[in-house]
């Protein structure tokens, strides 16, 4: 089984890129440079590809960024630190930033005639962004399979009805480096602890048992 994954660096992508890894896939994994504020989760992509046998390339998507607005992700508004709000959720949407990456995913797959294309997108995320939404799943499927219609390729979202907490502790189970994982918005030395992202990844290790391995 071959597939491609939108890894960002971050639990949610890594943890998946494990379970592929368990289930038998050679995988393919790309990273995307989108002129986010800060880098480490490339760097973080790239040093977690670098202990396995897969495939990793990293896209710069740069030049786009002067078209998407001012998201706090991009550096045009201060990072909310608070849990994830309307409001904060505003601030951090970067605008159609999964269908943008997922076509690009998607045209790669099938030009190496690779039949499945993988984004973790979960629970959590679906009163927030719109691109993580079941709905959203399900009405780019077939369009991505129409799309490539050569060498047809599926999208998968194994994670999309599973929250984040849950994500985590399969990915304990897999025994993923989740101390090479970076989600912080901020991207400075060590996690800020009080933006949208910090406090929920704190809140799904905490019912797992156990603490952020950034944060010990």
């Known amino acids: 089984m071959r597939g491609v ?30 002129a986010q504020r800060h880098k480490k989760e490339i760097d973080c992509a790239k040093a977690i590809a670098k202990r396995l046998p897969i495939t990793h390339h990293v896209v710069d998507l740069r030049s786009l960024a002067s078209l998407l607005g001012n998201s706090a992700l991009l550096g ?10 309307e409001e904060a959720a505003k601030k951090t949407v970067v605008p159609n930033r999964n269908m943008i990456m997922l076509s690009v995913a998607a ?42 219609a050569w060498h047809p390729v599926e999208l998968q979202a194994p994670f999309v009805d599973m929250s984040k907490a849950e994500i985590v502790r399969m990915g304990l189970a897999l025994k993923v480096p ?13 996690p800020c602890r009080i933006c949208p992202t910090c406090v929920e990844r704190e809140e799904a290790f905490a019912m797992n048992g156990c603490r952020d391995p950034l944060v010990e």
């Open 5 to 34: 994954l939108i890894l960002s660096g971050g639990v949610d992508s890594t943890t998946l890129l494990y379970q592929m890894l368990a289930d038998g896939y050679e995988v393919t994994a790309i990273t995307f440079n989108y």
């Open 76 to 85: 045009g508004k201060e990072v909310p630190g608070c849990h994830y709000t």
């Open 107 to 148: 045209g790669y797959a099938e030009a190496h005639e690779i039949p499945e294309v993988f984004y973790a997108a979960h629970r959590n995320d679906r009163t927030i962004y719109p691109d993580c939404r079941p709905e959203f799943v399900q009405a780019l499927c077939p369009a991505i399979r129409l799309a490539t």
């Open 178 to 190: 989740y101390h090479l994982t970076w989600s912080c918005y901020k991207g400075e030395e060590r």
